[in-house]
């Protein structure tokens, strides 16, 4: 007779994983982890031989053929982890598990060994797809570890005979080939991939470095000594190879990569099994029938003995309706007093951290993490009135995220003091252990970094508004900062390791900072009016000059011939610094750029950062000021109209200043730096570098500006998949300051079809400026792109002007451009219309895949944006992320605006 968990296990505020399946030896080590998250657990397994020490009032051991009786006894499940091995579960488990997640509104996972095949995993997708279940896939492949299982693999007959100190037998050929990662590293994947934001639907795959058997086995006979290895001809035990798309698929989403050391994580296997090699048998493949008792360990109880017997005291009957009353006030107000504080107090600590008082905001955020977790405790005391339950188990559990939240706000500003001693150093002027420092800021990085991850997936979708006693109704939003938070810890934990680099440890490196004029717009983010040079050498600021473009400009020796819509719109006959950004692809501009430095001052520069007046507001959204040299003060609020009648010294005055800032420790504040992310993705901020590492790190967050391009994931593709790229590009050649004032607004509808996707974009300008606006349109698209039309509209009178467009190419994208006048206050309404190939085995299918991506411009403004995607058959179920404004008769529709690069992921199949 199996022993359930107790009725008040679920009571309890803290998130609750269920761990279901065979895979025992990687489940023990998730099941460790989780524990040391404050995760309460439920696991379901053939053994609890590795998870004995687990057993608390938090943790639970049930048999796994039990599990039916154990779902029926659930309240509640915030994670559903499925880990198999040997399958002989998984054709019965797997589909229950997927309807008992949907119906709790759980992640679900399902995890496997990569070379265990399965028709079952199909299944299990193709029904998480049809519940809507918020579900991914994992596949591991050679994990190693403490607690490992022997099973039949290469890989781990060859570590059991090592333990054993026996002759290591190689069969097959020297052409077989492991891949060897460490189990920390695989249970980090996992539940990186369960809890990360934008992990539904998706593929991981998690896998050490590449190596042949015969190599692994030569590296363990010279690691552990004393041993011989043997090559045994014969067909042995056939690895298969796995692709290289397989092995990475799914990682640089969540920003995986095994990081224990091969021979670390060896010398710490064969430890364990020098302890436990006698007590493990071999593997079996039957299951123990026996029920394995799961009741807690229960808490220590008093002595029996309780002492002589009291007297009884007579009933104060008067007393009783006071003291009664009393007791129902603080079983009701004590919560919500606490409740209260807290949010008061997280909120004075969000206030001081963006002020940058962070010792302040310590402070609160810890105070605040104090009476979060009062609050957390105390109301589950409301459970016991008749009707409260789910109210106090949804206060309890909203309590115990808030507490987490603050728990991640005290460890955040650590991590900014720790990033404020290495920010002070390098712009600073006393010697610093720059190593120490930098490691210890990699270390705080991590560490945040995964928590933010975890707490991210535990607060996505909850509802923290709070309707209480008292305080009335209360929203709190910080939660929705973690998403970007996590994004840039991600972004900075790969730029760490490389800043010696960039900083000049290694010798000398000169960057170019480019302040670009977005009221003059550019296909690369506007007219370059003045740069900079920075210098750093040994970790150091060493040098750094200003100057308007024009001076530059002027010691160019010799004729550039300019772009050749620059030569037939805007009569230029010579192209030069500050008109180079003409490609909308920012690595391209950015390396024009350099050329231009080195021909006119022979200055070789190692990488560019280019901003322009909306980051130069952000910066002053505080309400400062910058004072130029001439007293004139710059503020949020009139840098367009000063600019906008400034000259070229106006430009490299306010560059200095800006750089002046941005260098200066003591006037930056460490939220500024923060505030970094926000301003490259909406296309403010840009950053080009020499070093391949680091342009690779660019390029793959989209700190670098460039023309990105998206494609199907051969691995977890559903059905035929295409791919669809927009961008539209203005160029201002009307040499007037007037850009700002061209309101601008989108309108596309596509039509999926059986072999191409059909474009209408009609692109609405309407020029609010004195002075008529000279625009040179381009339209970047596939390479497949065909164009049927284009044309411009005047919409007062309805005329309608067919126009041959030029046909160019950038970046590996067709463009069509179209030079367009709109007079001062006046309309105009360019129309194309345009067909992209899809793939011949679409014909006929009602399944399929769409990702489609619209970037935005550099230097742009949020405008608005209203797509509509048809599928094929209005008839077919989709699935649209992100989560469309309209959904009606075969029609996804969005209406936003184009604040930042826009993904649309959509996928169909029959109902």
Not at 55 to 83: A, C, M, P, Q, W
Not at 473 to 495: C, G, P, S, W
Not at 625 to 654: F, H, P, V
Not at 765 to 783: D, F
Request: one cysteine or more; aromatic letters at 10%.
């Amino acid at each position: 007779m199996p022993i359930f968990p107790p009725r008040d296990f679920f009571n309890s505020a803290k998130p609750l994983a269920l761990v279901v399946g065979d895979a025992s030896f990687i489940a023990s080590h998730l099941c460790d982890e989780l524990v040391s998250r404050s995760v309460k657990i439920i696991c379901l397994g053939v053994s609890n031989e590795n998870t004995e020490n687990l057993i608390s009032e938090d943790f639970v051991y049930g048999n796994i053929e039990d599990t039916d009786g154990f779902l029926s006894k659930i309240d509640r499940v915030d994670y559903v982890f499925f880990l198999t091995e040997n399958r002989k579960f998984s054709s019965e488990l797997a589909l229950t598990l997927v309807d008992f997640s949907a119906e709790k509104r759980a992640r679900f996972l399902f995890g496997s060994g990569l070379r265990v095949k399965s028709i079952e995993e199909k299944n299990t997708q193709e029904a998480s797809l049809k519940k809507g279940l918020d579900f991914r896939r994992v596949h591991w492949l050679d994990v190693y570890g403490p607690k490992m299982s022997l099973s039949h693999s290469s890989m781990d007959q060859i570590l059991t005979a090592a333990a054993g100190r026996k002759t290591i037998r190689i069969a097959g050929n020297r052409e077989d080939f492991v891949y060897p990662v460490f189990i920390k590293d695989v249970v980090e994947g996992v539940l990186k991939a369960q809890v990360s934001p934008g992990t539904r639907g998706m593929l991981f795959t998690f896998a050490g470095e590449k190596t042949s058997v015969f190599n692994f086995a030569e590296y363990l006979k010279n690691l552990v000594g004393g041993i011989e290895t043997e090559f045994v001809t014969g067909e042995g035990i056939k690895e298969e190879m796995v692709s290289d798309e397989l092995l990475n698929s799914g990682r640089k989403l969540i920003g995986w990569e095994a990081k224990k050391p091969l021979e670390e994580g060896i010398r710490q296997t064969l430890s364990w099994f020098d302890r436990h090699l006698p007590k493990i048998k071999t593997p079996v493949q039957s299951v123990d029938e026996s029920t394995v008792p799961i009741r807690p360990t229960p808490k220590p109880v008093a002595s029996f003995w309780n002492g002589p017997p009291k007297k009884k005291r007579g009933t104060r009957w008067i007393a009783m309706p006071f003291f009664g009353l009393t007791v129902l006030f603080w079983i009701f107000a004590l919560p919500v007093l606490q409740l209260g504080l807290g949010i008061v107090q997280l909120g004075f600590a969000e206030r001081a951290l963006k002020s940058g008082e962070v010792k302040i905001s310590t402070e609160w955020f810890e105070r605040s993490l104090f009476w979060f977790e009062l609050a957390a405790k105390t109301f589950p005391s409301w459970g016991t009135l008749p009707g409260l339950k789910n109210e106090a188990q949804g206060l309890s559990k909203k309590s115990y995220n808030l507490n987490q939240f603050a728990r991640l706000g005290v460890k955040t500003t650590s991590l900014i003091e720790q990033v404020g001693v290495l920010r002070n150093g390098v712009l600073g002027k006393e010697t610093f252990a720059f190593e120490e420092v930098l490691a210890n800021t990699q270390t705080d990085t991590g560490t945040l970094a995964r928590e933010s991850g975890f707490l991210a997936a535990e607060m996505q979708g909850a509802d923290l508004s709070f309707t209480l006693p008292f305080y009335g109704t209360k929203t709190v939003v910080f939660y929705k900062e973690l998403d970007e938070r996590r994004i840039n810890l991600a972004l900075y934990q790969e730029l760490l390791p490389v800043l010696p680099e960039l900083l000049g440890m290694n010798g000398k490196r000169t960057y170019l900072v480019l302040l670009q004029d977005n009221t003059e717009l550019t296909p690369g983010g506007g007219k370059i009016h003045s740069f900079g040079l920075v210098t750093f050498d040994k970790g150091r600021i060493i040098n750094l000059e200003v100057m308007g473009s024009d001076v530059a400009d002027s010691q160019l020796k010799g004729q550039i011939d300019p772009p050749e819509p620059l030569k037939k719109y805007a009569n230029l006959t010579d192209w030069n610094l500050s008109s180079s950004g003409w490609s909308s692809d920012f690595p391209t501009s950015a390396s024009r750029a350099s050329w231009f430095i080195e021909k006119e001052l022979e200055q070789k520069v190692d990488g560019v950062a280019a901003y322009d007046l909306e980051f130069v507001k952000a910066l002053l959204a505080d309400g400062s000021e910058i004072e130029l040299e001439s007293g004139e003060g710059i503020s949020r609020d009139n840098i367009y109209q000063t600019s906008e009648k400034s000259n070229e010294d106006y430009y490299a005055k306010l560059n200095r200043e800006v750089l002046r800032l941005l260098t200066n420790s003591s006037e930056l504040k460490i939220l500024e730096l923060a505030g970094l992310s926000k301003n490259t993705t909406q296309k403010h901020l840009a950053f080009w570098t020499t070093t391949s590492r680091v342009k690779t790190i660019l390029a793959e967050h989209g700190w670098d500006g460039g023309i990105r391009n998206v494609s199907c994931d051969s691995a977890q593709k559903y059905g035929d998949c295409a791919t669809d790229y927009l961008q539209i590009v203005d160029a201002n050649l009307g040499k007037n300051k007037n850009s700002r004032f061209l309101e601008k607004s989108y309108a596309l509808e596509v039509d999926i079809k059986d072999n191409f996707l059909s474009h209408r974009l009609t692109i609405s300008l309407e020029n609010k400026s004195p002075q008529v606006y000279k625009s040179y349109l381009r339209l970047m698209v596939p390479a497949t792109a065909k164009l049927n039309l284009s044309a411009v509209v005047n919409p007062e009178d309805g005329l309608q002007e067919n126009i041959t467009p030029d046909i160019g190419s950038d970046k590996g994208k067709r463009s069509f451009g179209t030079m367009v006048e709109i007079p001062a206050g006046q309309k105009r309404q360019i129309v194309y219309l345009w067909d992209v190939l899809r793939n011949n085995s679409a014909v006929g299918s009602e399944e399929g895949e769409l990702v489609f991506l619209w970037q935005k411009q550099m230097g742009t403004f949020a405008e608005p944006v209203v797509l509509r995607i048809n599928l094929p058959n209005p008839s077919l179920k989709v699935g649209a992320y992100p989560v469309p404004s309209l959904t009606e008769n075969g029609t996804i529709g969005y209406n936003t605006t184009l604040s930042q690069d826009l993904v649309t992921n959509l996928i169909w199949q029959p109902k």
